[in-house]
């Protein structure tokens, strides 16, 4: 049985969902443990008022009862408060009255390096609304509540993982991330940053390298490539690895199976190693621009400045706990593929009886 995860959900429709299915029965979860992940999400230096106006909170449909699991599909809700303000122009059915609050006029103006021009064209929308609901990041929080879930899986595994800032606009210090944030602001601009997610307590034996499907590597950077302005993604010293000797670049084993080094970040040959996994991902500027970026008018043909709609300067902060999300999900699904079980001792259990088979502490 493997971990599988849908969401649906526009930034301003009425609210985010998502089905996880494949969790064993009677794994406890915390309300408020989620929530304290959806709320890390909304904060960060850079981040725009509409983090302070909605405080998200997770809502639980179905899978779970008295705060444990089922074993059935688990159905999040996470709440778009905002819509409130937009129900005409974001109501799922044809609106009653007249237009009223946002959303209401058609937007035809295309941001560069959002999904907005691409979308149009692929879908034959003539509102550019159409695309860029869906396209946005604000659906991410669902996906943070799915990867709470996952964390408290992993964490009956003793598996814990984190995610955090490492790079804003070239900057490695909290100074000089906060300065070039004040300065982007200031001119009215973006940046983009660099995150890093790190997993320990990983067994070595998770993924494999049998088929290309099961290469844990493979699934990592698939997952962090899947999160909206993620453009790099590097495991271990990942891009630094390319310029080195293999001699200085492998982890040497040591009697006891451990490694000294861990340049490989915790992967190699698609299964984990039994070191710290270590993702790193980049994430471009956010395109949309407080000082629109040339576009054209898609109603009139003629040459125009792109849409400027409420934004972030950056996001890096917020990317970490997607990315710690999206990591936690990842390495979920392959303990579950492993491991089995329908109910929480299976699971566990399984897990236990594989570390005494390799004889790992
Ligand atoms: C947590 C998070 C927050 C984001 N916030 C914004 C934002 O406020 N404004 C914006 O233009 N893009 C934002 N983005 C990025 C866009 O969603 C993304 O660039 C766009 O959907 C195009 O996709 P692509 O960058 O993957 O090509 C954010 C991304 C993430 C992960």
Known sequence: ??????????????????IVTGLPAGL???????????????????????????????????????????????????????HENWAWGMSPWE???????????????????????AGVLKYGHEDVRNALERASARHTAVHVAAGAVAKALLRAVGIVVEGRAVEVGGERDEDGMRAATDAARKERDTLGGVVE????????????????????????????????AVKGVEIGEGFELAGMRGSEAHDEIDPGLKRRTNRAGGIEAGVSNGEPIVARAAMKPLPTLMRPLDSVDLETGEPAQALVERSDVQAVEALAVVAEAA????????????????????????????LDRIGWQ
């Open 95 to 117: 609106p009653d009255g007249a237009p009223s609050g946002k959303g209401t006029k058609p937007v035809t103006l295309p941001r560069p390096g959002h999904a907005d021009l």
């Open 28 to 82: 406890r979860l915390n309300r408020d443990a989620i929530d304290a992940d959806l709320r890390r999400r909304q904060q960060g230096y850079g981040r725009s008022p509409r983090q302070q106006l909605e405080t998200d909170h997770v809502e639980v449909l179905a899978g779970l009862r008295h705060g444990r699991t089922l074993g059935t599909p688990l159905a999040l809700v996470v709440r778009n408060r905002d």
């Open 197 to 228: 997610v790190v997993a320990t307590g990983c067994p070595p034996g998770l993924g494999s390298y049998a088929t290309k499907d099961e290469r844990l590597d493979g699934r990592l950077a698939a997952a962090l490539m899947g999160i909206q």
């Open 1 to 18: 049985m493997t971990l599988g995860l849908t969401t649906a959900g526009e930034s301003h429709g009425p609210a985010l969902v998502a």
């Open 327 to 354: 990591i936690a999900f990842e390495l979920a699904r392959t303990a579950r593929d492993k491991f089995g079980g329908d109910a929480m001792g299976d699971f566990v259990a399984a897990h236990r009886a594989y």
